[in-house]
């Protein structure tokens, strides 16, 4: 027993929960590897529409869609895609669409490869320059509890709301 | 010596004709602008609460209209919009070709300029193909519109063939006038949202 309680299930699994009982039915993600646990549930509930995007800027043009459609969405990236992302995240200010993005981080906690720092560095700002409000998570047991705080900031409150994740929760980038 | 880039004479259609021509039967359509001249050619038609004038974002208007056309799998979504606000996202057609959204169609209207910013060429005056993007993004349904024959044709298909429809229509570079349109992004959208949901929050 007290093994099974050691190996908590992965906080990935209490994220997708958060995002069912919010109503969350659109999915737009790159790829990434902090958050590849809770794109692989997604993708496979079939009641969840999963999109894999080029770039990152079309998921916020698509979260707005679903917002002015009827549903919710929830944009997953990495930190180095946000960068892409800051011309369209105009239409969220603009209009006070809402915006549920979780941003799994790198070039932050001891990161190892030097290319993913300059913009790792920049996320928090650039995304505040944006108009989009942060809310930085850096232990696994807090991630679901922040999600779900941010989702009502951003459906409820008709905000943008950026959850960062922190890399020394996903571990990423430790060997560069 | 480089070849001079002339604009082909045989181009015939002017875009505010054609927007006419398209929306006369959207039905309950609706209808998602790129920015520039494109929102004013929407708006000439009659302003709608349908209409989502996308004002800024270059870029935008195909996936905006995608994320609608997933909320909205009852009703045909149209993208009205520009060569150079579609060549801004073009990945967005990699993106929806690979989904296949059957209610979203996008028409462009290609005067193979910035019209905005002073009639610079863009890419398509150079060759670029954006039907051949489209159909090779996995649209199944494309169609290069050149005359008032062809957007003939095309009506139907716009609003009736199983998408994701693209065609691209050739136009003049000649606009029609700028309308008095809301720029409040805020009350467009929330306008809009209203119109598909039948609820007011």
């Known amino acids: 027993m007290t093994m099974a309680k050691a190996k908590a299930r992965h906080w990935s699994h209490e994220v997708y929960s958060v995002l069912k009982r919010a109503d969350v039915r ?55 895609g946000v960068g892409n992302c800051i011309n369209m995240l105009s239409i969220m200010q603009e209009c006070r669409i809402p915006l549920l993005a979780m941003v799994s981080m790198r070039g932050q ?40 705080a941010a989702a009502r900031l951003a459906y409820d409150g008709l905000r943008a709301v950026a959850v960062i994740v922190s890399q020394r929760i996903t571990k990423s980038g430790e060997r560069g | 010596m480089a070849a001079r880039k002339t604009r082909p004479a045989a181009i015939t259609l002017k875009r505010r004709d054609v927007v006419t021509r398209v929306l006369s039967r959207r039905g309950d359509a609706a209808v998602v602008t790129g920015i520039g001249n494109a929102v004013h050619d929407v708006a000439s038609c009659g302003d709608d609460a349908r209409n989502m004038y996308l004002a800024g974002i270059m870029g935008g208007a195909s996936m905006v ?42 028409v462009v209207l290609d005067n193979q300029a910035y019209g905005a910013t002073g009639n610079q060429l863009t890419h398509t005056a150079a060759g670029v193909d954006l039907v051949g993007i489209a159909a090779a993004s996995g649209f199944d349904s494309t169609a290069l519109i050149t005359d008032s024959a062809g957007l003939e044709a095309a009506m139907a298909d716009i609003y009736d063939r199983p998408g994701p429809y693209f065609a691209v229509v050739k136009v003049k570079t000649v606009t029609g006038s700028r309308l008095d349109v809301s720029r409040d992004g805020t009350y467009v959208s929330r306008r809009f949202r209203a119109a598909m949901t039948g609820r007011a929050g």
């Open chain 1, 26 to 80: 659109q999915v737009a993600y790159v790829p990434d590897g902090g958050l590849a646990g809770l794109i692989d549930l997604c993708n496979a509930d079939k009641k969840m529409r999963s999109v894999v995007l080029t770039t990152e800027e079309e998921g916020i043009a698509q979260m707005a869609g679903a917002w002015l459609g009827g549903q919710r969405g929830v944009f997953l990236t990495q930190s180095g």
């Open chain 1, 109 to 148: 906690w001891g990161e190892a490869f030097p290319w993913q720092v300059p913009m790792g560095q920049a996320t928090a700002a650039a995304l505040e320059a944006a108009g989009v409000i942060v809310q930085p998570v850096d232990r696994a047991e807090e991630v679901a509890e922040t999600v779900e």
């Open chain 2, 65 to 106: 209209a995608f994320g609608v056309a997933l909320a909205q799998p009852q009703r045909r979504v149209l993208v009205i919009t520009g060569d150079g606000e579609l060549l801004a996202g073009i990945g967005s057609l990699a993106t929806i070709g690979v989904q296949k959204p059957k209610n979203l169609a996008i």
